[in-house]
């Protein structure tokens, strides 16, 4: 743990970055309030919307029938994540002209280091980053820029004066405008995190800078509330890398794909792709889990564990014997909302020996179909093989979606 005494992480977070990237494509739409979906239906909630719709009461979660109500003007979206990447992926190129990108959060934020001279430079580099953007991006897709002497403040600096903000915490403004946010306009503290914090006795961002790190601790029960404390202090924390964990996809099914037989095949689909993107990545998995939202009873989910694979074949075999699990008693008019599968025990390919229990010995030759059928796939850019019927998901971009803290690889759009 150490403490800066100068400004060294620079954080970019866009404004509405999915409808911002709607409006710069589309000038019809620029002096109208947009939302994106992720779904094209009316029933659909909004994932995001722009500045112009916020303002006049739109806000994220809402259902576009609900928004259409509240606000007759707005335009409505489908998202479409291809997009958003091939943006993303300029953008980067566009901040690493001027600066190195340290780290990626997510599709819309990004961190720099600043080294030597940079550190007393931040804000000319910044209004150079936002000019670029502007220049070579567009000038609807705005960023928000935040400096301070750790990743954490730098984020909650972007986050203070949005859109298009600039703001910088320098170690000597601490705490100072700190005091003026919100228990929960940290990042890390949740609506429950902010209840156990008030039942602590904790009911401002002032009474949390004033206990111990050690007290702080004691509330999270874990070193995250002792880490939190010590980085809103401005200190700089350096975490060792997390490894891999899952590979994974999950869907939100509109009312034509709820079906039993439908959601199948949405299953089926989604496993291949986590198995090729596990596969890419160069590991195997050991145990499998599937998770399902239905109507009208709520989420049912199955786990189940085996000797480490990562073809096709045998994922699928997997995923299917837990779907007919999750079936078992259904009620005949149940409907999927939501269905996802994850891998996990995942380790690097070769660290694994075989399980001499296990009932069906490794097929060597379903590994080859697989490597054979990816680079068929890679090759021709689209979908030409796969195992099963291949059925054509509604909103496209099967396991392509944007998730938090991950930004899909071009090739997961095939
Ligand atoms: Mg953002």
């Not at 904790?202 to 995250?224: C, H, M, P, Y």
């Not at 993107?277 to 199955?302: K, N, Y």
Request: glycine share 8%; net charge positive.
């Amino acid at each position: 743990m150490r403490l800066p005494k100068e400004i060294e992480k620079l954080y970019i977070d866009f404004d509405a970055f999915f409808a911002n990237v709607e409006k710069q494509l589309d000038p019809s739409a620029r002096e109208r309030p947009v939302g994106v979906t992720s779904l094209p239906s009316e029933h659909a909630a909004l994932i995001t919307c722009c500045y112009m719709a916020k303002a006049q009461g739109i806000k994220r979660g809402m259902r576009v029938s609900e928004a259409r109500k509240l606000c007759p003007d707005i335009i409505i979206k489908p998202a479409r994540h291809d997009i958003y990447v091939r943006c993303h992926n300029k953008i980067l190129e566009t901040i690493g002209n001027i600066i190195p990108v340290t780290k990626v959060w997510s599709v819309d934020e990004a961190e720099c280091t600043l080294m030597g001279r940079e550190r007393r430079e931040g804000r000319e580099l910044a209004e150079r980053i936002k000019k670029a953007l502007a220049d070579k991006i567009g000038t609807c897709i705005t960023p928000s820029i935040g400096l301070s002497t750790n990743q954490f403040l730098a984020k909650v600096a972007a986050e203070m004066y949005k859109p298009n903000g600039l703001t910088l915490l320098p170690p000597e403004a601490l705490p100072g405008p700190l005091f003026d946010l919100k228990l929960t306009d940290l990042p890390g503290i949740s609506k429950n995190m902010e209840r156990r914090l008030i039942a602590s006795g904790i009911l401002s961002i002032k009474d949390f800078w004033n206990i111990t790190g050690k007290q702080a601790r004691a509330i999270w029960g874990n070193v995250e509330g002792e880490r939190m404390w010590a980085q809103l202090r401005g200190y700089e924390i350096s975490r060792p890398e997390t490894t891999r964990r899952m590979f994974g996809h999950s869907r939100l099914l509109s009312r034509e794909w709820s079906r039993p037989d439908k959601a199948l095949d949405c299953l089926r689909l989604l496993t291949v792709k986590a198995a090729y993107r596990m596969r890419r990545e160069g590991f195997t998995a050991g145990s499998m889990s599937i998770s399902v939202g239905l109507q009208p009873e709520g989420r049912r989910g199955r786990q189940t564990s085996f000797t480490a694979c990562s073809d096709d074949f045998r994922l699928s075999g997997h995923m299917t014997r837990l779907y007919e699990e999750v079936c078992t008693g259904l009620p005949p008019r149940a409907r999927f909302r939501q269905i996802s599968v994850m891998l996990h025990d995942i380790v690097p390919k070769g660290t694994r020996t075989g399980d001499l229990f296990d009932e069906k010995p490794h097929n060597p030759k379903w590994l080859a179909a697989t490597k054979t059928m990816d680079a068929l796939n890679e090759k021709h850019g689209s979908c030409v093989i796969s195992l099963g019927p291949r059925a054509k998901m509604p909103g496209g971009y099967v396991g392509g979606k944007i998730a938090f803290g991950r930004v899909p690889d071009a090739k997961d759009f095939y």
